[in-house]
């Protein structure tokens, strides 16, 4: 699969390692401690080097976006994976890279972000997204909710990832319109729920076709 996408692999390769090149055209302006993570209180409580900030984390993105491409390549049910699936998590690392590692350019250089909001919005717009292709997806072991009663039955892995896909917009359009008043444990709720919920579904699903 990877063969087949080695230009596609290589562009968004370079769009991941972008923030680079942005950190170092800003490398005056952006303080020699850079802020990376905040807390409840939407204010920075945890620092790296300016060095990192901008070398370092598109690299750790990079790595991880290298390890989704072979995680998904030696997939056993990789032929169940389709192209638009495929394409979507070939995007995934290299837009979340672009995008985080600007918002803390942004922040660093003095400009107020609240980002509780900027997390809220962006997440609920990726569980959008992941909403609408979630159902599309086959039986496989890399994506989806890869639970063993789903996995081993395809009219599971059907109606759970039906489900599953309209908990995700649920929840997406939810953290969008909740982001204005965004706090952590809200937050934390909307991610977690719409995940969980497919799961308990598949298992009730699994025993009333046994019972």
Not at 20 to 39: D, E, K, M, Y
Not at 59 to 75: E, G, K, Q, R, S
Not at 77 to 104: A, D, G, H, Q, T
Request: hydrophobic share 50%.
């Amino acid at each position: 699969m990877i063969r087949q996408h080695k230009k596609m692999l290589i562009l968004t390769s370079l769009i991941t390692l972008l923030p680079i090149v942005i950190g170092l055209i800003l490398w005056r302006q952006l303080p020699a401690s850079v802020a990376t993570h905040f807390g409840v209180d939407n204010q920075p409580d945890g620092y790296c080097s300016k060095a990192f900030a901008v070398f370092g984390l598109p690299v750790i993105m990079l790595v991880f976006h290298f390890i989704c491409m072979v995680i998904t390549n030696v997939d056993p049910k990789r032929k169940n994976i389709s192209e638009k699936v495929f394409n979507v998590v070939m995007w995934i690392c290299p837009v979340v890279s672009l995008v985080v590692c600007n918002i803390l350019y942004v922040f660093n250089m003095g400009y107020k972000l609240d980002i509780g909001f900027v997390c809220g919005l962006l997440i609920g717009v990726f569980y959008l997204i992941l909403g609408n292709f979630i159902p599309k997806v086959k039986p496989n072991y890399s994506i989806g909710f890869r639970v063993s009663w789903a996995l081993c039955d395809s009219d599971n892995w059907y109606h759970t990832h039906r489900f599953g896909g309209k908990c995700m917009v649920a929840g997406g359009i939810l953290m969008i319109v909740t982001a204005p008043f965004q706090n952590v444990w809200i937050l934390l709720v909307l991610i977690i729920v719409p995940c969980i919920l497919p799961v308990i579904y598949s298992y009730m699903f699994y025993r009333k076709t046994m019972g």
